[in-house]
C-alpha cells in the first residue's frame, strides 16, 4: 500500500526533523507542541473509529475472500459454463476489480483503502486467469510458466501505483517459480541441497535489491516486501542446512544459469545501493556482509565441492551451524544498529528455532522422554519471557531515544 | 497516472490473450494425431477435477530402445511414432536427439530407474505352440501349469495358478505350461510429454478411471513440427468428452 501519512515511521521522522527545526530556531517549543498535538489528535480517531491498518487489513481479507470465491465459482460451475463465458467472467471480472478499485482510490477518492484492496484483488484475479486459462485449454506445457507470468505481469503495476502488498504477491509468485524452474534442471531429484542453497543466494541477492530501493522517497516506499521476502528466503534456507542433510554437493552445474542471473541482479543492486541507496548506519556493513556470502556460496555451489555431513571437528554442517548463529547475531545487531523492528523480530525468531532445533538433536538420546520434554519447555517458557522481555525494550529503546530533547 | 495504469491493465489482459492466442496458433498449425491412452489418478484441490493420463510411451526402455550412456531426469527424449490400424500412432522407436523427418513427441524424463526388471515367459498351450509373454511379475517355475489373463492389447493383467475355480475376471485367458522363465533387468525411464493432463468438472474423474480399465480412451493432439503437444480433446469409445 502506499505510506500512510499518520502511521509510525512518518511520526519518527517528524520528531527527528522537528528537533533540528528547533535547533535551527526554525519552530518554538509551542509550535511543536501543537505539531505533535494534531497528531495525538489523529491517533486518538484511529483508536475509536478502527485503525488505517484495520480497515487495510479487513479489506484485503475480503480481497482474498471473493478471489478465491470467483475461482470456486467457475470450478464448480465447470460444466455448465461454456467456453467464452468462463473467459468473459474472468477477464470481466479482472477490469472490474481495477476499475472500480482505481476510481475508488484516484478518482473518487472516498474508499482510498477499499479501492487499495480491489487493485489487489485485480492481481490476483490475474493469476487465477492464466491458471484457468491454462486449465480451459489443458495448457500443461511448461507449468512453472504460470507464476512467472503471474509475478512479471503484476510487477508493473506494484511500481506505477507503489503498492506493497501487490509487490509481495509478485515476489512470491516469482519465488515459488524459482523453486518450479529449479526442479526443471536439477537430474537428481533427492539431491536438494542445491535448490536450498540457490533459494539461499536468491534470497540474499532480493535482500540486497530492498536496500537498493532504500533510497530516494519515490522507491524507499517498496524496500519492505524485497526485504522480508528476502529475509525470510535467506534464513529460512540456511536454516535447513544447519540440520544433518547427508548430502554430497551445494550445487550442479545444471542451475548455472540460475547462479548467473543471481550474480547479476545481486551486482545491479548493489551498484544502485551504492550510489542512491539510504546511508543510515551501518548499511555498508549489511551490503559488504551480504554481497560476500552471496558470491562465496555461488562460487561454492558453482564448484560444487563434496560436503560430507557426517560428524567430525569442523564438519561443513558445524560450519553451516556457526554460519547461521552467526548470522542471527549479525541480523539482531544490524537491527539495532539500523533501527530495523523487522530484523530483530525475524532474527529471534529464527534464534528460538535454532535452540529447539539444537535441543532436539544433543538431547533427544541423552534424556528420558518425559524429562526432555519438561526440560525443553522450561527452558522455552523462560526463554521466551527473557527475549520478549529483551525485543520490547529494544524497540522502546528506539522511541525513546527520539524522544530526548 | 490514469493512461499508465489502463496500459499496464491493458498488459495484463494481453499477456492472458497471449496465452490463449499462442495455444490457437499451436493448434492451428499442428498436426492432429491420436493416442490410445490411460488415466490414472483422480483430483487437484487447486484445479478442480483433472485426469492424469498415462500412455504406453510414458515408461521407456532404454536397453530395448537402445539408448546408450547416462541418461538422468529432465534429458530430452524423442519418441518417433508409426500409425497403428485402429488410426492411432504408437511408439516405433526412441532416441534421445532429434530425429530426422517422420512424426515424433518430444519428452522430458522424470525418473530413471537402473535396476527394473521384467520378464519373459513361454508357454505351451494346451494344442497349439508356444507363446511368449512378457508380464511385470512372474511367480511360478517351470512345469507348472498357470492361466494368464490378458488384455485387449495383449499384455498380461494376471497370472493365476491353474485350478478349478480359478479364471480371469476379463479379457482372454491363456492356460498352458510354463516351459521357460527368464527374469530379465533392465534400465527404465518414466518419461513426461506435457500431454498428461486432463482437465475435467467436478465428479468426472471417476468415469475416466473407469475407462481406464477397458482401455478405451483415446487423445487427440495438436503436434507441432518440434514434437511438442498439446491436448486438443479426449475421446471415451469413440465420442468427444466436452
Not at chain 1, 543471481?262 to 551498484?271: K, M, N, R, T
Not at chain 1, 522422554?369 to 519438561?374: A, E, P
Not at chain 2, 468438472?201 to 483415446?218: F, H, I, P, S, V
Request: aromatic content about 10%.
Amino acid at each position: 500500500m502506499t505510506q500512510d501519512p499518520i502511521d509510525a515511521t512518518f511520526q519518527r521522522k517528524l520528531r527527528q526533523e522537528m528537533k533540528q527545526w528547533q535547533a535551527d530556531g526554525l519552530l518554538s517549543e509551542e509550535q511543536r507542541e501543537r505539531i505533535l498535538e494534531r497528531y495525538r489528535h489523529i491517533d486518538e480517531i484511529e483508536r475509536k473509529a478502527g485503525s488505517g491498518r484495520m480497515i487495510q487489513t479487513i479489506s484485503i481479507l475480503g480481497s482474498i475472500l471473493v478471489g478465491v470465491g470467483v475461482l470456486l465459482f467457475i470450478a464448480a460451475n465447470w460444466s455448465e459454463i461454456p467456453r467464452f463465458a468462463k473467459l468473459g467472467i474472468i477477464f470481466a471480472a479482472l477490469l472490474a476489480s481495477h476499475g472500480i478499485g482505481y476510481w475508488m482510490r484516484y478518482e473518487k477518492k472516498n474508499y482510498p483503502r477499499v479501492g487499495a484492496s480491489l487493485i489487489l484483488l485485480g492481481s490476483i484475479l490475474y493469476g487465477a486467469g492464466i491458471f484457468l486459462i491454462a486449465q480451459i485449454y489443458n495448457i500443461t506445457v511448461h507449468y512453472p510458466n504460470g507464476p512467472l507470468l503471474w509475478g512479471l505481469g503484476i510487477l508493473p503495476l506494484a511500481y506505477l501505483l507503489r503498492f506493497r502488498s501487490v509487490l509481495l504477491l509478485s515476489l512470491l509468485a516469482l519465488s515459488l517459480w524459482l523453486g518450479m524452474e529449479a526442479s526443471f534442471h536439477v537430474s537428481d531429484l533427492f539431491q536438494y541441497v542445491p535448490v536450498i542453497v540457490l533459494y539461499w543466494t536468491a534470497g540474499m541477492a532480493v535482500w540486497v535489491l530492498g536496500l537498493a530501493h532504500e533510497g530516494p522517497a519515490p522507491s524507499r516506499e517498496l524496500s519492505g516486501p524485497y526485504v522480508l521476502v528476502g529475509l525470510l528466503m535467506t534464513y529460512a534456507a540456511a536454516f535447513l542446512l544447519t540440520f544433518d542433510t547427508r548430502q554430497e554437493n551445494l550445487g550442479t552445474p545444471e542451475l548455472m544459469p540460475f547462479y548467473l542471473g543471481i550474480l547479476v541482479l545481486l551486482a545491479a543492486a548493489a551498484a544502485v545501493t551504492i550510489l542512491k541507496g539510504s546511508r543510515d548506519a551501518g548499511w555498508r556493513v549489511e551490503l559488504a556482509a551480504l554481497s560476500t556470502l552471496t558470491v562465496g556460496l555461488c562460487f561454492l555451489a558453482m564448484t560444487s565441492p563434496g560436503v560430507a555431513t557426517g560428524p567430525g571437528f569442523l564438519s561443513p554442517r558445524l560450519l553451516f551451524n556457526l554460519l547461521f548463529a552467526a548470522g542471527i547475531l549479525g541480523l539482531i545487531c544490524l537491527g539495532y544498529i539500523r533501527r530495523r523492528p523487522l530484523y530483530i523480530n525475524i532474527g529471534l525468531v529464527f534464534f528460538v528455532l535454532d535452540v529447539v532445533a539444537r535441543y532436539v538433536d544433543f538431547f533427544w538420546k541423552l534424556l528420558p522422554r518425559s524429562l526432555f520434554f519438561i526440560a525443553g519447555g522450561c527452558i522455552l517458557l523462560a526463554g521466551g519471557i527473557y527475549l520478549e522481555r529483551k525485543r520490547r525494550a529494544v524497540l522502546e529503546s528506539f522511541q525513546v531515544r527520539e524522544d530526548l530533547p | 497516472m490514469r493512461l499508465k495504469f489502463a496500459v499496464v491493465i491493458l498488459l495484463q489482459i494481453l499477456l492472458l490473450i497471449g496465452i490463449i492466442g499462442y495455444r490457437a496458433y499451436w493448434v492451428a498449425t499442428g498436426e492432429h494425431i491420436l493416442l490410445q491412452s490411460a488415466p490414472v489418478d483422480p483430483r487437484d484441490l487447486f484445479r478442480g477435477d483433472y485426469v492424469t493420463l498415462a500412455y504406453d510411451l510414458s515408461t521407456i526402455d532404454l536397453d530395448r530402445a537402445g539408448i546408450r550412456g547416462d541418461i538422468r531426469r529432465n534429458d530430452r527424449i524423442y519418441t518417433v511414432l508409426q500409425k497403428a490400424g485402429d488410426g492411432t500412432y504408437r511408439m516405433a522407436s526412441v532416441g534421445n536427439t532429434v530425429p530426422v523427418g517422420g512424426k515424433f513427441l518430444q519428452g522430458r524424463v522424470t525418473r530413471v530407474n537402473e535396476r527394473a526388471t521384467r520378464f519373459e515367459v513361454t508357454i505351451r498351450e494346451d494344442g497349439a505352440g508356444d507363446r511368449t509373454f512378457e508380464p511385470r511379475w512372474f511367480s511360478f517355475h517351470e512345469g507348472e501349469r498357470v492361466i494368464l489373463c490378458l488384455d485387449r492389447g495383449g499384455r498380461v493383467q494376471a497370472s493365476l495358478r491353474e485350478k478349478e475355480d480359478a479364471r480371469c475376471r476379463s479379457g482372454e485367458a491363456v492356460a498352458g505350461t510354463v516351459t521357460a522363465v527368464k527374469k530379465i533387468s533392465f534400465r527404465q525411464a518414466a518419461v513426461e510429454y506435457g500431454i498428461e493432463h486432463f482437465f475435467l468438472e467436478e465428479g468426472k474423474g471417476k468415469a475416466m478411471e473407469r475407462a481406464r480399465n477397458a482401455r478405451d480412451l483415446r487423445v487427440e493432439v495438436a503436434l507441432r513440427e518440434d514434437g511438442r503437444g498439446l491436448i486438443t480433446g479426449l475421446f471415451l469409445d469413440g465420442r468427444r468428452i466436452p
